[in-house]
């Protein structure tokens, strides 16, 4: 199974390489992998707090930063799908 992945680290914190986010994405489509969906996209964004907590305020509107944001795939494509703070 192919997969799109894009990562943008918005950030100088401390977070995981390039190869160690490849290698949870690559055990994950492992685990996936007889699902019967198209090609599936995945956007990991790698932010400070500051922005954790306006992406956490916008989309579930609660203060404070949270480690994990997801969206589902059916939401208009102007919409991202997935925001990660990772620290």
């Known amino acids: 199974m192919n997969i799109l992945l894009s990562v943008d680290r918005t950030t100088d914190v401390a977070s995981p390489t390039d190869a160690t986010l490849q290698g949870w994405v690559s055990h994950t489509l492992t685990q996936t992998a007889s699902l019967p969906e198209p090609t599936p996209e995945l956007s990991i964004r790698i932010t400070d707090n500051?922005?954790?907590?306006?992406?956490?305020?916008?989309?579930?509107a609660k203060a404070g930063p949270?480690?994990?944001?997801?969206?589902?795939?059916?939401?208009?494509?102007?919409?991202?799908?997935?925001?990660?703070?990772?620290?």
């Not at 949270?66 to 589902?72: D, E, H, M």
């Open 50 to 60: 500051d922005e954790a907590a306006d992406l956490n305020q916008t989309y579930r």
């Open 66 to 87: 949270t480690n994990v944001l997801s969206f589902p795939a059916d939401v208009p494509a102007e919409t991202a799908l997935a925001y990660w703070e990772i620290w």
